[in-house]
T-cell receptor
Framework: NAGVTQTPKFQVLKTGQSMTLQCAQDMNHEYMSWYRQDPGMGLRLIHYSVGAGITDQGEVPNGYNVSRSTTEDFPLRLLSAAPSQTSVYFC??????????FGPGTRLTVL | GENVEQHPSTLSVQEGDSAVIKCTYSDSASNYFPWYKQELGKRPQLIIDIRSNVGEKKDQRIAVTLNKTAKHFSLHITETQPEDSAVYFCAARLGGGADGLTFGKGTHLIIQP
């Protein structure tokens, strides 16, 4: 099992550009989520999904879109990148009610 | 929504001593409380968790206690070792299980030789 994988590991964008952060898991977990981690702020929930076709907003959803067409994949889209979106992004998955497993993270810089 | 406060933000202890990190939560409907350890540049990894029907849980040198009435929970690490140096995060999840975790802001634990 690869667990939770994320691509890319690093990305630099210019303000206004769009991009998609990829997340995949091979554990057949129903629940997937995206967090962002900023210095001194802990991890904050962006969006989450409890199964294919179902998504919901977390604490900081503005500027991000998600979709869940399969159990395995949960991409995060930045529509028009802003410097405030410079952060480390973590994807996580779990069976509902159980431990969340985190991916290795994507370090994003927006200039 | 849920709010989780974590203290202290930095904790320095001598190797072999104990370390205690404390968290409080706001929503009495929260029923799952994990603790994550994050080393520099790495992903958070679960070290222990507790559910609201349990008051204490231990795993070797690590223990977590939960006081539902006061809405606080604590991480206890005994006989600290250099490899315990990391940032530790507490978190809480609302009862439905389909919500994400709300994290504290983290404690940087430094083990002095």
């Amino acid at each position: 099992n690869a667990g939770v994988t994320q691509t890319p590991k690093f990305q630099v964008l210019k303000t206004g550009q769009s991009m998609t952060l990829q997340c995949a898991q091979d554990m057949n977990h129903e629940y997937m989520s995206w967090y962002r981690q900023d210095p001194g702020m802990g991890l904050r929930l962006i969006h989450y999904s409890v199964g294919a076709g179902i998504t919901d907003q977390g604490e900081v959803p503005n500027g991000y879109n998600v979709s869940r067409s399969t159990t395995e994949d949960f991409p995060l889209r930045l529509l028009s990148a802003a410097p405030s979106q410079t952060s480390v992004y973590f994807c996580a998955s779990s069976y509902v009610y159980n431990e969340q497993f985190f991916g290795p993270g994507t370090r994003l810089t927006v200039l | 929504g849920e709010n989780v406060e974590q203290h202290p933000s930095t904790l320095s202890v001598q190797e072999g001593d104990s370390a205690v990190i404390k968290c409080t939560y706001s929503d009495s409907a929260s029923n799952y409380f994990p603790w994550y350890k994050q080393e520099l540049g790495k992903r958070p990894q679960l070290i222990i968790d507790i559910r609201s029907n349990v008051g204490e849980k231990k795993d070797q040198r690590i223990a977590v206690t939960l006081n539902k009435t006061a809405k606080h929970f604590s991480l206890h690490i005994t006989e600290t070792q250099p490899e315990d140096s990391a940032v530790y995060f507490c978190a809480a999840r609302l009862g439905g299980g389909a919500d994400g975790l709300t994290f504290g802001k983290g404690t940087h634990l430094i083990i002095q030789p």
